[in-house]
């Protein structure tokens, strides 16, 4: 008898995007929907897995890119910059177009 319990596994999880990069090279992604972890990969193939954390302290750099009160994510590990997903509802609620 087939057991259907393991067909679930094979969906595919939801992929950060690249945005584009810093001067200084650092990464900027846009999250997966509900995504916590980073899901970049060092040049071994190794998964970051570094813990997405709400980020204050940003530059000049992002501040004009994205704005001052903007929602800003970064990488505990590896310090790529994470923008929250469109498709999620903000949190702060002064989006602004
Ligand atoms: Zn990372």
Same mark, same amino acid.
């Given at each position: 008898?087939?057991? #259907? =319990? *393991?067909?679930?596994?094979?969906?595919?999880? #939801?992929? @950060?995007?690249?945005? !584009?990069?810093?001067?200084? %090279?650092? =990464?900027?992604?846009?999250?997966?929907?509900?995504?916590?972890? $980073? !899901?970049?990969?060092?040049? =071994? !193939?190794?998964?970051?897995? %570094?813990?997405?954390?709400?980020? *204050?302290?940003? !530059?000049?750099?992002?501040?004009?890119?994205?704005? &001052?009160?903007?929602?800003? *994510?970064? $990488? &505990?590990? $590896?310090?790529?910059?994470?923008? #929250?997903?469109?498709?999620?509802? @903000?949190?702060? %609620?002064?989006?602004? *177009?």
């Amino acid at each position: 008898m087939a057991n #259907p =319990k *393991y067909a679930e596994a094979e969906r595919p999880i #939801p992929q @950060p995007t690249e945005a !584009g990069q810093l001067s200084d %090279g650092t =990464k900027i992604m846009v999250r997966a929907p509900r995504q916590r972890a $980073c !899901g970049l990969k060092d040049e =071994k !193939g190794k998964l970051c897995a %570094g813990h997405l954390k709400r980020w *204050y302290f940003f !530059g000049e750099e992002i501040k004009r890119l994205y704005g &001052e009160n903007a929602e800003i *994510y970064r $990488c &505990e590990n $590896c310090k790529s910059i994470y923008l #929250p997903n469109p498709d999620e509802t @903000p949190r702060s %609620g002064t989006l602004a *177009y």
